[in-house]
C-alpha cells in the first residue's frame, strides 16, 4: 500500500515537472498569449494550481516571468551555454539531424533551425560539400498527423498515463481493432516509430 502511495506521488510529481517545462514552453513560443484561465483549461487543472505552476517558475526556477493583463511573458530567458564542437563532431551531428528530417514524425521545423544553426558552424568553403552530401540523403518526410500523434504519445509517458488507441490490422484486411496501453518507451525504428 505504502509502495502505491509513492508510486502515485511520483507520478503526479512528473506529471507536474512535464506540465511546468511545456508551460514554460509556451510562454516562450507565444508572449502575451496566455493568459491563467487559458493554462488552466489546456492542462484541465484548476486556476490555482496553475497560479501555483507560475509560482515555481517565477520563484523556484527565478525566471522573469510577468503579466501586463494581455497574459504572461518572460522579460528574458536564459540561454543555453556555448557549445564547441570538433569538425568530425560538427559533421556528425548535422548528418545526423538531416537523417532524421527522414523520419517520420520528427518535427521538421525544429529540425530544420537546427540544421541551419549547424551548417553555420563550417566555413563557407565547405557549404557546398555539405549540401553534396546531404543531397545522398534520405528525403524529408512530412507527416503532421504522425507528430501529433508522437506528442500526444510523448506526453503520456512523461505523465505516466494510459492511452486509447484504435489501429487497423492488415492481417484482417484492416479490420479495426482497440486497446489501451501503458507507454514504457517510444524509440525510432527503421523509418517509423516504435511504442513499448
Same mark, same amino acid.
Given at each position: 500500500?505504502?509502495?502505491?502511495?509513492?508510486?502515485?506521488?511520483?507520478?503526479?510529481?512528473?506529471?507536474?515537472?512535464?506540465?511546468?517545462?511545456?508551460?514554460?514552453?509556451?510562454?516562450?513560443?507565444?508572449?502575451?498569449?496566455?493568459?491563467?484561465?487559458?493554462l488552466?483549461?489546456?492542462?484541465?487543472?484548476?486556476?490555482?494550481?496553475?497560479?501555483?505552476?507560475?509560482?515555481?517558475?517565477?520563484?523556484g526556477?527565478?525566471?522573469?516571468?510577468?503579466?501586463?493583463?494581455?497574459?504572461?511573458?518572460?522579460?528574458?530567458?536564459?540561454?543555453?551555454?556555448?557549445?564547441?564542437?570538433?569538425?568530425?563532431?560538427?559533421?556528425?551531428?548535422?548528418?545526423?539531424?538531416?537523417?532524421?528530417?527522414?523520419?517520420?514524425?520528427?518535427?521538421?521545423?525544429?529540425?530544420?533551425?537546427?540544421?541551419?544553426?549547424?551548417? @553555420?558552424?563550417?566555413?563557407? #568553403?565547405? &557549404?557546398? +560539400? $555539405?549540401?553534396?552530401?546531404?543531397?545522398?540523403?534520405? %528525403?524529408?518526410?512530412? @507527416?503532421?498527423?504522425?507528430? #501529433?500523434? &508522437?506528442? +500526444? $504519445?510523448?506526453?503520456?509517458?512523461?505523465?505516466?498515463? %494510459?492511452?486509447?488507441?484504435?489501429?487497423?490490422?492488415?492481417?484482417?484486411?484492416?479490420e479495426?481493432?482497440?486497446?489501451?496501453?501503458?507507454?514504457?518507451?517510444?524509440?525510432?525504428?527503421?523509418?517509423?516509430?516504435?511504442?513499448?
Amino acid at each position: 500500500m505504502l509502495e502505491q502511495l509513492r508510486g502515485s506521488t511520483r507520478a503526479q510529481e512528473t506529471r507536474r515537472i512535464a506540465r511546468i517545462l511545456e508551460i514554460i514552453q509556451l510562454i516562450s513560443d507565444r508572449p502575451r498569449h496566455w493568459k491563467r484561465k487559458m493554462l488552466a483549461d489546456k492542462f484541465e487543472i484548476s486556476e490555482r494550481q496553475i497560479q501555483k505552476d507560475l509560482s515555481v517558475i517565477r520563484h523556484g526556477l527565478r525566471l522573469p516571468l510577468e503579466n501586463d493583463g494581455d497574459g504572461y511573458y518572460f522579460t528574458r530567458l536564459p540561454g543555453l551555454p556555448t557549445v564547441s564542437y570538433t569538425f568530425n563532431e560538427a559533421l556528425a551531428l548535422l548528418l545526423a539531424a538531416r537523417m532524421a528530417q527522414a523520419i517520420p514524425g520528427v518535427n521538421s521545423a525544429e529540425l530544420a533551425a537546427a540544421i541551419a544553426r549547424l551548417e @553555420a558552424l563550417f566555413p563557407e #568553403e565547405f &557549404l557546398p +560539400l $555539405l549540401r553534396q552530401s546531404a543531397d545522398r540523403l534520405p %528525403r524529408s518526410a512530412k @507527416a503532421p498527423h504522425r507528430q #501529433e500523434m &508522437l506528442t +500526444l $504519445l510523448h506526453r503520456a509517458l512523461a505523465e505516466r498515463r %494510459r492511452v486509447r488507441i484504435i489501429y487497423a490490422i492488415g492481417a484482417k484486411g484492416g479490420e479495426e481493432s482497440e486497446r489501451v496501453v501503458e507507454p514504457y518507451h517510444i524509440m525510432p525504428y527503421v523509418r517509423s516509430w516504435q511504442l513499448i
